[in-house]
DNA sequence: ATGAAAGCGCTAACAA
DNA sequence: TTGTTAGCGCTTTCAT
């Protein structure tokens, strides 16, 4: 039943590199950080010896002397069934990948829902990550004041919502650009009752992509009034609100605040005999896996998380340096994926 | 008469806490990692101390000296945009969580793929990580052999397909069980002529769960040839498939060997006009999000995720316990989340 | 049951 | 340009 998991050699350590290529630690140590140092030669011998022992420096060691573990923590929160938020898997990918870039790996830790800061208070004090990247800023602000209180650097994905005077470095997509497009769209394909089916006003983030569609349908010298539900962001309550507007606000087109409310849409006018995109178009937010695979496809606002990685990590290299540079918050616009559900009549 | 005190700017050491209980360092080190060593009257000074500080221990301190670092590695894998594939979202909160019960972390990173052991070799050379959670065994096994042969602790979540001899551990979910589960669901709901629409023959894991279906429809007496299909696992993939499966084999259920091509077979069945779980029953594999939020619901094979993350920490455990213990391998079986695609008639 | 000493592998500061 | 010294915070002997 045992067996000898163990690797069988330790693996070799600076000194034993110094020891092939003739010089001191120290020197090894320079030819990794500050290669610049070394005459070419002697560099050269080093990096020979570095090949040939197959060596890699003791993240232990280095971390314990550098202060710094060159990881960064982000809370995985729990995927929630029956919606459509996929986002999560897209953005890690991209975080993992940036981070790479810039010499970073990426610890997930489990937080707990009831005290987000649980998590966080550990691996600060143990020095197990150099920063965290923060997602779940529309749960109102718990850990970023706190995490701000203990002057840990974080990049927060998402807006200061609660507190706007807040300093932090944040990377957040522009909700309010996406809803106009989405509309705007909607307006360019001959639709003229535009509904909107968005989450309960406590909501900031669909208050924010709300009022995309609000502007841009007034823009269009169009009526909003009557033509919107709030409702929670599941399944069900996105077919019971949309049923309720196409009874209620005869509407030929419902923009949504997520998948998930459109795909609830999607029911509500399957029920009635409602063909999407030819009736009553629909769109979503998020540009999830069910939008991209639903027959027919559902027309969806993508944020482009991809560069949200990219201007995270771009300013947690700022919040690390030294001295360390305050990046400016970072508003990115999202597209239109454009699919059948939105066809152009 | 206790001191006040007052937040140091770098976080308190094993040091500080034992001049505040007025003990030696390794004391406070055995109420640690020892504490039945104390006295119940130290052991609690020494707790005291620790509370009133916040002392967490220095992870890289603890990792150089014990040569651990309670790590996990994981190799993130890129989301592949227009399938179904939001598996590994659940699967890692799971392992994550089960991770934190152990006092593990998980350490993402980005593997190569073109070479996959890219990745690997740097963490383990570098003692980033105590082990691996190899994922991605489908894909051949270039990683599991290498890290087999430097003996590398790691559990794999899928079977050595390629190599059966192999002695790692490994926890995977019994496909044929899937299949034939599926299978048979459709049998009692009145199907009679069930297609298999499925991978290219070089998946292992497509042959798997085909075998399922082969076994239980032919158990029913009732044919299987001429009513196959095998494509890439695409949505377009699957719309073909299907049409070619409805155009020329006249089937009356079409079990698919994932949600992606699933959702394919719904394209061809809405382009046919033919209503799905009435007409024609569909099933998919994996209960994706696409599956649970499609109008009418996808009846879909549903992987015991949550399980096989439990599965997989606890031979890691094993693998890392000293003396280590190699668990036996674990084939955990699916379940079926019945949806309106395959409704009874 | 508690304490003293040593050292894990590395890099910062300084010396040569 | 290269080498020497010191020590990061912890746990593992071993001594008391």
Redesign the interface.
Known sequence: ????????VL?PTLADVADRAGVSRQTVSNALNNPALLRPDTLARVQDAIAEL????????R??RT?S?R?IGLR????H????D?L???F??SL??R??QSGY??????GDDADPSVGY??L?????VDAFVVTDTFLGTPQTTWLERQRVPFVAFGRPWESPSAKHPWVDVDGAAGGALAARHLLAVGRQRIAWLGWRKDSRIGEDRRSGWTAAVREAGLPTTGLAARVDDT?SSGREGAAMLLDEARPDAILCAS??LA?GA??A??ERGITPGRDVAVVGFDD???A?????GLTSVRLPLEEVAIEVVAALEGLLARPPMLLPPRLLEPTLRVRGTSAAR
Do not use: I, K, W
């Open positions: 039943m045992t067996a000898p998991y163990r690797r069988p693996p197959g060596y890699t420096p003791n993240r232990a060691a971390n314990l202060r573990s990881l995985h929160p729990p995927a069934e029956g919606t459509a996929a999560m898997d897209r890690v990918h993992v990948d981070c790479r790996h990426v610890l997930l830790f489990a208070e550990e600060v004090n143990s020095t197990a399944l998948d998930t795909m999607l029911h006018l399957a999830s896996q069910a991209q695979l639903v027959p027919g």
